[in-house]
């Protein structure tokens, strides 16, 4: 078997370090010919040590370069990592960028890549139909990486040709899950972080805990299956065992069960159409005992409403509400704003910036530079 070349842009992640951990075991399948970070120079140096890339990137240029590292070709600036990504021209990309700052790169993949591993899913949220219609166009699939996708993608090959009746994202409830109300408006940044179940970047661990994640996964998933909002459900599930599920006609729901360990997502989408093995701990079902589930709280997470709502309204309102939201995330994760502020900015925005059609990648950026214009200007 000859290697597949594959980019791991956001390789310093926690999405691109796993990813790496699956590429290390199968060196007769991957070869890793791009890996790109933002700032995290000696950890990058670090990774193009051990996996000799043929072009690597940094968005902040480092005050000098190993001699150890300059065998590949590098490239530094606030475009770093399409210019890496071209030159290298690999045959996968794993797009594992945090935010809509990896929008461009998902859209350049599209232009050299055979496949695109999609674990940005603020690109697709921003990008949506603008990217899906060009990954068509272009003939390149786009493989889920987040875990819900990748369950329900899993599930979608018993599909046979029949229809599905609804998809349902099962939904950790974060680390906030069984806070009182009054109490999660001053959590802390530490308080937020302890998430139960998965060890993650910090943006999409604070977005667990306000639940704007799922309401984000939610249109990540109208995307990339091309399902309405209303046959999209949300189930809370504490485990995060059961990945996500897809429910027939017929009324059978199949679901795709695992301990929870974002290397199976991310290796199924890397080995795809072939299933990885790593060291993956086994399902004990038995010694678990159960598997709970519930309806979600919109009280305490108005955030998947507004997210929903976005979605409905459809145009630049997820654009707006992905713009508020990483201007607010940010800001509470530098203690500037209470973690309450999150939600209360997001929902302000989506009232306040107008939402308008979306035809080009350059009115996403536009309506992404209102939202965070008006959420920085509330913060
Ligand atoms: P992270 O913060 O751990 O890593 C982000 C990576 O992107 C880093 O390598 C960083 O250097 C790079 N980066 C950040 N800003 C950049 C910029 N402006 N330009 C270029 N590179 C930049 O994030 P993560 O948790 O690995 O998440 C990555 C993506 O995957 C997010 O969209 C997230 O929602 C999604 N995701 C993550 C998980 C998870 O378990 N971590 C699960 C599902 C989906
Ligand atoms: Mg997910």
Not at 231 to 253: C, L, N, T
Request: net charge neutral; proline share 6%.
């Amino acid at each position: 078997m000859q290697a597949r070349t594959i980019a791991i842009l956001g390789a310093t992640g926690s999405i691109g370090t796993q990813a790496l951990d699956i590429a290390g075991r199968y060196p007769e399948r991957f070869r890793v010919s791009c890996l790109t970070a933002a700032s995290s120079a000696e950890k990058l140096f670090e990774l193009v040590r051990r996996f000799r890339p043929d072009t690597a990137a940094l968005n902040t240029e480092p005050d000098r370069l190993p001699e150890d590292v300059r065998f590949c070709q590098w490239f530094f600036g606030p475009d770093a990592t399409v210019r890496a990504l071209l030159a290298a021209k690999p045959r996968d990309a794993l797009c594992a960028i945090v935010g809509i700052a990896g929008l461009d790169a998902v859209w350049h993949a599209l232009d050299v890549c055979e496949r695109v591993l999609l674990a940005n899913k603020e690109a697709l949220v921003t990008g949506g139909s603008l990217v899906t219609a060009k990954a068509a166009r272009m003939g390149v699939p786009l493989l889920p990486v987040d875990s819900e996708h990748s369950a329900i993608f899993q599930c979608l090959q018993a599909r046979q040709g029949n229809p599905v009746k609804k998809l349902w994202l099962t939904c950790s409830g974060g680390a906030l899950r069984s806070w009182k109300k009054q109490d999660m408006y001053a959590a802390t940044v530490r308080d937020v972080l302890a998430h139960p179940t998965w060890r993650m970047g910090g943006k999409i661990t604070v977005d667990c805990a306000t639940m704007v994640n799922k309401g984000l996964e939610v249109i990540e998933a109208r995307h990339l299956f091309d399902m309405p909002a209303e046959k999209i459900g949300v189930v809370i599930h504490p485990q995060s065992v059961v990945h996500s599920m897809v429910e027939f006609e017929d009324g059978a729901v199949l679901a795709q069960l695992g301990m929870p360990d974002m290397r199976g997502p991310i290796g199924y989408a890397m080995g795809f159409p072939d299933r990885l093995p790593y060291d993956a701990t086994p399902l004990d079902l038995a010694a678990l005992g159960h598997l709970d589930f519930a309806a979600p709280d919109h009280d305490r997470f108005p955030c998947l409403k507004l997210a929903v709502g976005a979605l409905k309204r459809g145009g630049s309102a997820p654009v707006i509400l992905n713009g508020a939201n990483e201007v607010a995330v940010a800001a509470f994760l530098r203690e500037r704003i209470p973690f309450g502020r999150i939600p209360e900015i997001i929902d302000a925005a989506l009232q306040s910036v107008p939402a308008g059609p979306v035809a080009s990648i350059a009115d996403v950026y536009a309506a992404d530079r209102a939202a965070r214009e008006y959420a920085r200007a509330r913060l």
